[in-house]
C-alpha cells in the first residue's frame, strides 16, 4: 500500500511568513494526526481528525495554526504568522484498526515536512 | 496527567553487548505501551507493541504495571539497531484514542 504522504519536504521562511503543509494519508485511514517535532524533543499531538471531524485539537496554538481535513481525506496545517519557535518537523500520521487484532491503532507515519523560520 | 519519560537521551554501547533503553509512564488507567523507532533518513515507525508480546529485530519489551515501566532489551546489540527509539502511550480520552510519545534516546551501537 502507499504510504503517508506530506509536502513540501522542507521549507524556510522568514519569522510573521505563512507556511502550509499538505498531507495525504493511507486510503482506508480514519484517523489522522498532525505532530510537532522540535530538535532534541519527542513528537507532540497538535490535532488528530476522526474522517473530517476534530477529535482533539487541545495543543494546537489556535492563534496562529489552523487545520483543515475536507472530505475526511487529505489534510492541511497552516501557520500564520510565523515565529522562531515554529521551527520544528511537522509529521502527519495516519492509523485505523488492524484486522483481527484488538487494542490501540498502530499509526503510520509520512516522511515530515521541516520547517525552518529565520 | 499522562505522561511517558525515557530518562536516556543518549545511549552507546558495543557490538554484540547487550542494551536496555528505559521507559517509565503515568497512567492510572490500563495503559497500551508501544515503541517506535526511526532510522537514519528514515520515517519514524512501529517497533513493537506490548500486546503482541512478540520479538521484533531481537528486540523485547515487558509491561511492568508495578514499576510503571516498558523497557526495551536486546541481548546482543547490532550496528544497525543504531536509530532513535520512542516510548509512546495509548489511552483514551473524552471518547478518542491518543498516543503521548517520550522525548527519545539516540541509540548508538559502536563496531
Known amino acids: 500500500e502507499a504510504g503517508v504522504a506530506q509536502s513540501p519536504r522542507y521549507k524556510i521562511i522568514e519569522k510573521r511568513q505563512s507556511v502550509a503543509f499538505w498531507c495525504n494519508p493511507i486510503s482506508g485511514h480514519a484517523t489522522l494526526y498532525w505532530y510537532q517535532q522540535i530538535l532534541g524533543q519527542g513528537p507532540k499531538l497538535l490535532i488528530q481528525?476522526?474522517?473530517?471531524?476534530?477529535?482533539?485539537d487541545s495543543q494546537l496554538p489556535k492563534d496562529r495554526f489552523s487545520a483543515e481535513r475536507l472530505k475526511g481525506v487529505d489534510s492541511t496545517l497552516k501557520i500564520q504568522p510565523a515565529k522562531l519557535e515554529d521551527s520544528a518537523v511537522y509529521l502527519c500520521?495516519?492509523?485505523?484498526?488492524?484486522?483481527?487484532?484488538?487494542?490501540?491503532?498502530?499509526?503510520?507515519f509520512g516522511a515530515g515536512s521541516r520547517l525552518t523560520v529565520l | 496527567a499522562q505522561r511517558v519519560t525515557q530518562p536516556e537521551k543518549l545511549l552507546s554501547v558495543f557490538k554484540g553487548a547487550p542494551v536496555e533503553l528505559k521507559c517509565n509512564y503515568s497512567y492510572s488507567g490500563s495503559p497500551e505501551l508501544f515503541w517506535y523507532v526511526q532510522y537514519s533518513r528514515q520515517r519514524l515507525q512501529l517497533l513493537l507493541r506490548?500486546?503482541s508480546r512478540e520479538s521484533i529485530k531481537g528486540f523485547t519489551a515487558d509491561l511492568n504495571k508495578g514499576e510503571t515501566s516498558f523497557h526495551l532489551k536486546k541481548p546482543f546489540a547490532q550496528e544497525e539497531d543504531s536509530a532513535m527509539y520512542y516510548c509512546?502511550?495509548?489511552?483514551?480520552?473524552?471518547?478518542?484514542?491518543?498516543?503521548?510519545f517520550g522525548k527519545g534516546t539516540k541509540l548508538t551501537v559502536n563496531p
Open positions: 481528525f476522526q474522517n473530517n471531524g476534530v477529535v482533539d
Open positions: 509512546a502511550l495509548s489511552f483514551f480520552q473524552g471518547g478518542s484514542e491518543k498516543l503521548v
Open positions: 500520521a495516519s492509523s485505523a484498526p488492524l484486522a483481527g487484532s484488538s487494542g490501540a491503532n498502530v499509526l503510520t
Open positions: 506490548h500486546i
